[in-house]
């Protein structure tokens, strides 16, 4: 699959260090439910999940800016192993966060990817060497993507995403042989 995209796709993906993540349309289907007692229930992808760790894994960092706030998000990239203070949600203006995440990380943006899926993600798209977008995505965000993953978000898509970059950074066969021999 990554034979198949262009040269500076993949090239982008090789300096790839931290991948920051919108989260609903992206860890979900996009998608908001709500109990009777008004409590937001999400759905995650477990494939989604190990591509996250992998990335970690391999020394890549991950962080995600939401414009909506979830205790449950937070539990979830926790237990992913995101670190908490690359966590950020109720963002009404993710540029802002986005200067954060880069400062906290002192990764500059030639070597970072976003995934976005909506309006609100292209203030960060335009400053990233790699903005990707999801299958799912708005067509307009769509259009400044330089890769659209082939999964809709939740379904996998993050997984790509991962595959792609380690598989780019030689990084994928060393993670499938950690797995092969536990």
């Known amino acids: 699959m990554i034979e198949q995209l262009p040269e500076k796709t993949i090239e982008n993906f090789k300096k790839i260090k931290l991948v920051i993540f919108d989260v609903d349309g992206i860890f979900t289907k996009g998608s908001l439910y709500y109990s009777e007692k008004q409590e937001s229930i999400k759905r995650f992808n477990v494939y989604d999940g190990l591509g ?27 237990n992913l192993g995101i670190k908490q203070q690359l966590i950020h949600q ?13 400062s906290a990380t002192k990764i500059a943006p030639d070597n970072i990817a976003y995934v976005g ?66």
Not at 55 to 77: F, G, H, M, P, W
Not at 138 to 144: A, F, L, P, R
């Open 52 to 78: 996250i760790k992998n990335l970690l894994k391999s020394n890549i960092e991950v962080a995600i800016i939401s414009s909506r706030d979830s205790e449950i998000v937070t539990t979830r990239c926790l």
């Open 90 to 102: 109720g963002c009404k203006n993710k540029r802002i966060k986005f200067e954060e995440v880069v």
């Open 117 to 182: 899926d909506d309006l609100p993600d292209l203030t960060v798209m335009n400053k990233v060497i790699c903005p990707i977008s999801v299958a799912n995505a708005n067509e307009y965000v769509k259009s400044k993507a330089i890769y659209i993953t082939n999964k809709k978000g939740g379904n996998g898509a993050i997984r790509e995403i991962s595959d792609l970059i380690l598989k780019s950074q030689n990084k994928l066969d060393d993670i499938i042989n950690y797995y092969e021999n536990l």
